[in-house]
């Protein structure tokens, strides 16, 4: 019996053993599906890596021509206002001997010549009498088509209205 006994503890403490190594086996399991996911992840890690240097080249390139253009603006910009600073330079030089002749010309009893003013003013009449004139144009125009209208009512024979007879009268008055 005791060796009986000895053998049923050796049972249970393998049953024991099963039981726990039952447990050993998910946990192996567990083990390989977090590796095999782990595994994917670094794959696709490695794939973005990638795909970023690629970008990077690209960009690289872009930046690089962004930069050499910079530099063109700014050389540009500093040639723009050396060519505004010689402008104001040399009007200025211009003033200057505008009115030293203008000096000179009435020290020595000459007339000076007339500013552009007068011609500016002849400009703005000018364009007063062009835009009255086709004001009276337009208005001439617009009894003509009246006066039409007005003659058509009158040989399809239909009533007249008080702004017709107004109409009327405007062709007495512009043929006369």
């Not at 990638?50 to 050389?75: A, G, M």
């Amino acid at each position: 019996m005791i060796k009986e006994k000895k053998i049923m503890d050796q049972i249970k403490d393998m049953r024991k053993v099963l039981s726990e190594a039952g447990s050993m086996v998910n946990f192996k399991e567990e083990m390989n599906n977090i590796s095999d996911e782990i595994t994917k992840f670094k794959e696709e890690a490695d794939k973005c890596h990638n795909e970023l240097k690629e970008l990077q080249k690209v960009n690289r390139k872009s930046f690089r021509d962004y930069i050499i253009n910079s530099k063109k603006v700014n050389k540009l910009k500093k040639e723009q206002r050396e060519a505004f600073n010689n402008f104001v330079k040399y009007k200025n030089e211009f003033v200057d001997v505008g009115n030293t002749l203008k000096e000179k010309l009435i020290a020595s009893g000459e007339k000076v010549p007339e500013q552009k003013k007068k011609k500016q003013k002849k400009s703005k009449r000018n364009d007063d009498i062009r835009k009255t004139q086709e004001e009276f144009i337009d208005n001439a125009r617009i009894i003509e088509e009246n006066v039409k209208r007005v003659e058509q009512k009158l040989k399809d024979k239909k009533k007249l209205t008080t702004q017709d007879i107004i109409a009327m009268q405007g062709k007495e008055e512009n043929s006369n």
